[in-house]
C-alpha cells in the first residue's frame, strides 16, 4: 500500500545523481526565445505598418517590453538554478507574442490593457515557480481548494458581486473592472482532482461488484463524481455557460479515467453529460439559441440575429484561404467581440491555413511536452495535476476552435493565452509554471536535464 | 514610394510566417532532444542500489551477481525486462520495482506465481527495505545498497 504520497520530495538536489553540477544554462529555452521575440517584432510591424502605411519606430515599442519581460522571467529562472523543462515558457510565450499582435490589430485601445495583464501574468508565473515550496504540500489541502473552487464558482450568482456580460453570468466585480472566477476555479479543481484520486484510485478502479461488464464502484466514493456532474449542471443553468460546463466536465471525466483505466466510468459521465445536455437544450432558451445557430446560421432568421458572429467568422476563414490576406490586411473587424471569442478566425483570415495549421501545431506540442511531463513524474498526484493541466489547455483549444470553425456549438471558452482577456492569462501562467515545476520535480529525482 | 512600402509589408508579413514556422520546428526539435536526454537518464543505473542474486537456477542471472537498479526497473523472464530472471516460474513481465518519494518500492506486474518480499506474497505495492529479499520464481534477490 503506498500511503507516503504526502512525504515531502526533497527540497534540495539529492547527492547522487547530477545534483553537483552547478549554474544551469537555460540554452534551448533563450534559442527559443529568440524565435518568440522575432515573432512579436514582425507582427507588430506588420499591423503597424497596414494600419499608418508606414514603418514607425512606435510599432517596436510593445514588443520590446514583451521581449524584456521574457527574457527577464528567463533569467529569474536561471537564477533560481531552476532545473525543470526549457520548452515550454517559450511556447507559451510565442502564443503571448501572437495574442498581443492580433489585440494591436483588433482592439488596439485595448493593447495597454492586455500588456499590463501580461506583466502581471509574468509575476505570477514567478511567484508560482517559487511557492509553494513543497509542491506535493498542495495535495495536503485538497478539500481546501475543492471548497475554494466551488464558491469562487457560484460567485458570480451572488446579486451585489456578479456582473452579467453579453447574457453569461460568470463575472465578479473586483475594484473598476471585473475577472473570471471560473479560471481560477479550473486550477482549483485540478489540484483537487488530482489528490482526491491519487488516494481513492484503488477503490474507484479495484471494484468487487460489476453488473456484466460495469464494475459498480462502492456508493460513498461516487458521491464526488455525482456532486460535480450536479455542480456542472448548476453553472449551465445559472450561469449560462456552456463552455465552462463542458471543460469543467471534460477534465473531471477525463482525469477520472487516467486515474483508474475505467473507460466506463468516461462513457457513464458523458451519458450523463449527453442526459443533462438534452434536458437543458428543451429547458432553456439559451441553450436552444446556441445549438440552433450551430445547426443552421445561414437561415434566413438567424443570418442577421444571433448566427451573425458564426457566419462573419465563417466568411473571414474562406477569405483566409492558404496563405492568408496577410497581417492587417484581412477584414476580421466584421466579426463581433472578434477579440475575445474569435481570435482564431481572425489569425486564420489573415495567415492563412498555414498560420492556423502553426497555431495548433504549437498547442499540440504544448499538450505533447505536458502528458510526458505527466508521464515522468514520480508520484501519482503529480502525474494527474501534470496531465490534468495539460489537458486543460487542449480541451480548451479544441472546444473554442471547434466553436469557431462551426464543428460543435460556439462556446464563450477563451482561446488559451492568445485571446484577448486578463483573468485567462495570468492563470494560464500559472498553469505552465505548475507544468514547469512538475517536471523539476522528475529531474531532481530521476537524475536529468 | 509607396510601391516600395507594400511591397517591404509584404515581406514583414511572409517573414512572419516563415518565423512562426521555423518557431514550430525549433520547438519540435528542442522537445525531441529533451525525451531523447530524459530517456537516456532514466535507462542509467541510479548508483544508489543493487540487487544481488542470493539464489538462481541455470545461472542466469549468476548467485553473487551485483543487479545495478535504474529508477524503475521491469523484472521478467522476457528478453525486454530491464532484469531478465531465466526462470520458467517467473511470468513474463513479473514485477516492477521503482525508486519513489525517496524510496524503493516494489509492485507485482501480474504475475502468475506472485512476487515474495521476505516470503510474504506482495499484494499491491509495496515498500522495500535494504536488506530485504525479493522472490521472483525459483530466484532470491537481495536488496542492498
Do not use: C
Not at chain 1, 25 to 45: D, K, N, Q
Amino acid at each position: 500500500m503506498n500511503k507516503s504520497q504526502g512525504a515531502a520530495l526533497p527540497a534540495s538536489p539529492p547527492r547522487w545523481g547530477l545534483g553537483g553540477i552547478a549554474p544551469r544554462s537555460r540554452f534551448t529555452e533563450l534559442s527559443l526565445l529568440v524565435w518568440v521575440g522575432a515573432l512579436a517584432v514582425l507582427g507588430f510591424v506588420a499591423v503597424v505598418g497596414a494600419e499608418t502605411s508606414s514603418f514607425g519606430s512606435a510599432s517596436i515599442v510593445v514588443p520590446a517590453i514583451f521581449i524584456v519581460l521574457v527574457l527577464s522571467l528567463h533569467v529569474f529562472l536561471i537564477a533560481r538554478r531552476f532545473r525543470g523543462d526549457q520548452v515550454l515558457m517559450p511556447i507559451a510565450a510565442g502564443f503571448t507574442a501572437i495574442g498581443l499582435v492580433l489585440v494591436q490589430r483588433l482592439a488596439s485601445d485595448l493593447l495597454l490593457q492586455q500588456l499590463s495583464w501580461t506583466i502581471i501574468a509574468g509575476g505570477a508565473f514567478a511567484a508560482t515557480i517559487l511557492i509553494p515550496r513543497d509542491l506535493t504540500a498542495l495535495a495536503r489541502f485538497k478539500w481546501t481548494w475543492a471548497f475554494l473552487g466551488v464558491l469562487l464558482l457560484v460567485a458570480p450568482l451572488f446579486p451585489i458581486i456578479g456582473r452579467e456580460i453579453n447574457g453569461a453570468r460568470i463575472w465578479v466585480k473586483v475594484g473598476p473592472g471585473s475577472i473570471e472566477p471560473w479560471e481560477a476555479v479550473k486550477l482549483l479543481l485540478v489540484i483537487f482532482f488530482a489528490a482526491y484520486l491519487e488516494e481513492y484510485r484503488e477503490v474507484l478502479s479495484r471494484s468487487q461488484r460489476r453488473i456484466g461488464p460495469f464494475p459498480i464502484p462502492p456508493i460513498p466514493y461516487l458521491v464526488p463524481i455525482v456532486a460535480m456532474w450536479g455542480i456542472a449542471m448548476l453553472v449551465m443553468i445559472f450561469e449560462k455557460d456552456i463552455g465552462a460546463t463542458a471543460l469543467f466536465f471534460g477534465i473531471f471525466l477525463a482525469m477520472l479515467f487516467l486515474a483508474t483505466g475505467e473507460g466506463f466510468y468516461a462513457v457513464l459521465g458523458l451519458a450523463l453529460l449527453l442526459v443533462g445536455g438534452f434536458v437543458a437544450y428543451q429547458l432553456f432558451g439559451h441553450v436552444q439559441v446556441r445549438v440552433d445557430t450551430w445547426l443552421r446560421p445561414f437561415d434566413e432568421d438567424l443570418r442577421f440575429g444571433s448566427g451573425y458572429q458564426l457566419v462573419q467568422g465563417l466568411y473571414a476563414l474562406a477569405n483566409g484561404g492558404l496563405f492568408g490576406a496577410g497581417l492587417g490586411n484581412g477584414m476580421p473587424d466584421r466579426i463581433p467581440v472578434v477579440w475575445s471569442d474569435f481570435v482564431f478566425d481572425a489569425f486564420a483570415e489573415e495567415t492563412g491555413f498555414a498560420g492556423a495549421l502553426a497555431l495548433l501545431t504549437l498547442y499540440l506540442l504544448f499538450l505533447y511536452r505536458g502528458m510526458v511531463i505527466a508521464l515522468r513524474a514520480p508520484t501519482t498526484f503529480l502525474q494527474l495535476l501534470a496531465a490534468g493541466l495539460s489537458f486543460i489547455i487542449a480541451l480548451q483549444t479544441l472546444v473554442i476552435v471547434g466553436g469557431n470553425a462551426r464543428l460543435i456549438p460556439l462556446t464563450g471558452i477563451t482561446l488559451p493565452f492568445v485571446a484577448y482577456g486578463g483573468s485567462s492569462l495570468v492563470t494560464n501562467w500559472m498553469l505552465v509554471a505548475l507544468l514547469l515545476r512538475v517536471s523539476e520535480v522528475s529531474n531532481r529525482m530521476r537524475g536529468g536535464p | 514610394m509607396e510601391i516600395t512600402f507594400a511591397v517591404l509589408l509584404w515581406g514583414v508579413r511572409i517573414a512572419f510566417l516563415v518565423v512562426l514556422y521555423l518557431f514550430v520546428i525549433r520547438s519540435f526539435g528542442a522537445l525531441q532532444r529533451a525525451l531523447g536526454s530524459e530517456m537516456a537518464v532514466a535507462a542509467r543505473p541510479l548508483g544508489i542500489a543493487f540487487l544481488v542474486v542470493q539464489r538462481s537456477v541455470r545461472g542466469a542471472p549468476r548467485v553473487g551477481d551485483r543487479l545495478p537498479l535504474r529508477a524503475v526497473n521491469a523484472i521478467g523472464r522476457d528478453a525486454g525486462n530491464d532484469l531478465v530472471i531465466n526462470d520458467e516460474a517467473a511470468s513474463a513481465r513479473h514485477a516492477l520495482v521503482e525508486f519513489a518519494d525517496g524510496e524503493w518500492w516494489v509492485e507485482d506486474a501480474g504475475s502468475t506465481n506472485g512476487t515474495l518480499v521476505n516470503g510474504e506474497t506482495v499484494r499491491s505495492r509495496e515498500r522495500l527495505q535494504y536488506g530485504d529479499e525479493l522472490g521472483i520464481g525459483r530466484v532470491a534477490l537481495r536488496l542492498e545498497q
